[in-house]
Nanobody, 121 residues
Framework: QVQLVESGGGLVQAGGSLRLSCAASGIILGINAMEWYRQAPGKQRELVASITSGGRTNYADSVKGRFTISRDNAKNTVLIQMNALGLEDTAVYYC???????????????WGQGTQVTVSA
């Protein structure tokens, strides 16, 4: 069964940095787009950053210049480096990947369970 597992969340002071990882496991034939979303309490889940299989990246305006998304294809992993964190970045961060799997067979999207990022003053 395909799983996406995020790691790296935690508590950080404003102005600090965190690096989140998301590793896909299971019978994976290939991964297309990989994305990071976040959801703050009482807010809609929003796209933070995305990266295609060809390495093209896109960022939300609110994080552009502070966050960097990358991927390690050998490890089926997507990373996001988050710098200059502010209180507004506090949220649960979710990994999303569109991938081809051998079990279940086919191409579809998968979500991770989320990891909490809390920024303190």
């Amino acid at each position: 069964q395909v799983q996406l597992v995020e790691s790296g969340g935690g508590l950080v002071q404003a102005g600090g940095s965190l690096r989140l990882s998301c590793a896909a496991s299971g019978i994976i034939l290939g991964i297309n787009a990989m994305e990071w979303y976040r959801q703050a309490p009482g807010k809609q889940r929003e796209l933070v950053a995305s990266i295609t299989s060809g390495g093209r990246t896109n960022y939300a305006d609110s994080v552009k210049g502070r966050f960097t998304i990358s991927r390690d294809n050998a490890k089926n992993t997507v990373l996001i480096q988050m710098n200059a964190l502010g209180l507004e970045d506090t949220a649960v961060y979710y990994c999303y990947a569109e991938l081809a799997s051998g079990s279940p067979w086919g191409l579809r999207g998968y979500w991770g369970q989320g990891t909490q990022v809390t920024v303190s003053a």
